[in-house]
């Protein structure tokens, strides 16, 4: 287990039933690009599909709930993004050639958190930008997933986008499977 997911095992608990494992090969194949190994990790031990503190909706390749599914959210996101960028200028760091977004979460207020995938870059170094429900608004952070989890609930990143409440006093992580129940 990688230092930042024994740390936010800590802060966050997991669930008794995790679900079941993603094909990532599938994901991957689908998505034309491999996905960080450390959100692999993530999902591994906590399952997918996760509402976090009742606001971040965790994305995971394939979810049954199609709310959760990254392969879903994320063509739902490009086609709604190319829309926008239409009329709105889309992010500096989309410029480059063969860059996009891959979603792996969303939020219940309407924010996206998203990879900045390039061509030929290394999944784990991936940044993340966070996306306002307008679309106007973007915030850049060079870390992954599981670190920006861990700061986020353990105060040390603080986002001027996400919602002023995130996180709670006290962590919650259900998975789809449980909602569902």
Known sequence: ?????????????????????????????????????DYKELVEAYGGGGFIDGYLLFLEPGCRNGVYDL?????????????????????????????????????????????????????????ILVNDESGEHWERYDMTVTRFLVGELGGEVRSQILWGEFPQPVHEFRTATAMAD
Do not use: H
């Not at 993603?22 to 190994?37: K, Y």
């Open 1 to 37: 287990m990688n230092p930042d997911l024994t740390r936010l095992t800590g802060l966050l608990p997991r669930p008794q039933d995790r679900g079941r494992i993603p094909d990532w090969n599938a994901a991957e194949s689908t998505l034309q690009t491999s996905l960080p190994a």
């Open 71 to 127: 392969l879903k959210i994320t063509r739902e996101r490009e086609e709604a993004n190319d829309s926008l960028w239409q009329f709105e200028g889309k992010p500096t760091e989309l410029e480059a050639e063969g860059t996009r977004l891959i979603c792996w979460a969303t939020t219940d207020n309407g924010e996206y958190l998203y990879w900045l995938v390039g061509q030929g870059d290394d999944p784990d170094t991936r940044p």
